[in-house]
């Protein structure tokens, strides 16, 4: 079975500090992909970054980096220098198996709110 | 960059009606497109996997007779909520999948469908 964790229910910082949100995963499958999402007040899902089991190196998307430690199977995502705009709710998904019809399941989301 | 389109963005209607959500992808073919209901504050809850041109695949605890998925082409799926009650009142979101290989997947979603049912 698949599984996948944040364990930060919601979190404050300060604008212009970086940020880690948590992710932990579990799966058996040796082929998978972590993906992290942004959904604003607005209900929309917004992409930021995705990783794949097998990318050797950690994703950067602009102020987003995703920390990849396969051991630990942690994929946390890191926002450096936050902005206002970045508050939202933040959902940690990951897609088991390697197909086009593996299904994709989200973590229970992190509320990130910055201070001015 | 690639758009899904979800509509209605939301709907009211009385008990034991049905209701149709639509959902498009404009500028990519999506073999597989994904069902999600949201409740308030809480996290998106898969519902179905639906492929096109078979069968969806429903997750455990949803029943298939209620919420009917149609997956007819590779830009359209459709989820019907069958003779719905208030408590099928939820946020309903669709995703489309442009599928490009493990290292390189992108998961796109619709705008979402308010669904209350009176």
């Known amino acids: 079975a698949q599984k996948i964790t944040q364990t930060q229910p919601g979190m404050f910082v300060q604008e212009k500090e970086a940020v880690t949100l948590d992710c932990t995963y579990d799966?058996?499958?040796?082929?998978?992909?972590l993906f992290w999402y942004k959904q604003p007040s607005s209900g929309e899902m917004i992409f930021l970054i995705y990783?794949?089991?097998?990318?050797?190196q950690n994703a950067t998307e602009g102020r987003y980096s995703l920390n990849f430690q396969k051991a630990r199977k942690s994929a946390n995502l890191v926002i450096s220098a936050s902005q206002l705009g970045d508050s939202a709710m933040y959902f940690c998904?990951?897609?088991?198996?390697?197909?086009?019809?593996?299904?994709?399941?989200f973590g229970s989301g992190t509320r990130l709110s910055i201070r001015p | 960059g690639a758009v899904v389109s979800q509509h209605p963005s939301w709907v009211i209607c009385k008990s034991g009606t049905s209701v149709k959500i639509e959902c498009r992808s404009l500028?990519?073919?999506?073999?597989?497109m994904f069902w999600y209901r949201q409740f308030p504050k809480q996290s998106l809850m898969l519902m179905a996997t639906?492929?096109?041109?078979?069968?969806?695949?429903?997750e455990q605890g949803v029943e298939k007779d209620k919420f009917l998925i149609n997956h007819a082409s590779l830009t359209l799926s459709t989820l019907t909520v069958t003779s719905a009650h208030p408590e099928d009142s939820s946020f309903y979101i669709c995703?489309?999948?442009?599928?490009?290989?493990?290292?390189?997947?992108?998961?796109?979603f619709g705008s979402g469908t308010q669904l209350s049912v009176l």
């Open positions: 995703s489309a999948r442009n599928w490009q290989g493990l290292a390189n997947e992108k998961l796109f």
């Open positions: 990783q794949g089991s097998y990318d050797q």
């Open positions: 799966t058996s499958d040796p082929s998978y992909g």
């Open positions: 998904a990951m897609r088991a198996g390697y197909s086009s019809a593996s299904k994709i399941i």
């Open positions: 639906s492929n096109e041109g078979s069968k969806a695949t429903y």
């Open positions: 500028d990519f073919q999506a073999t597989t």
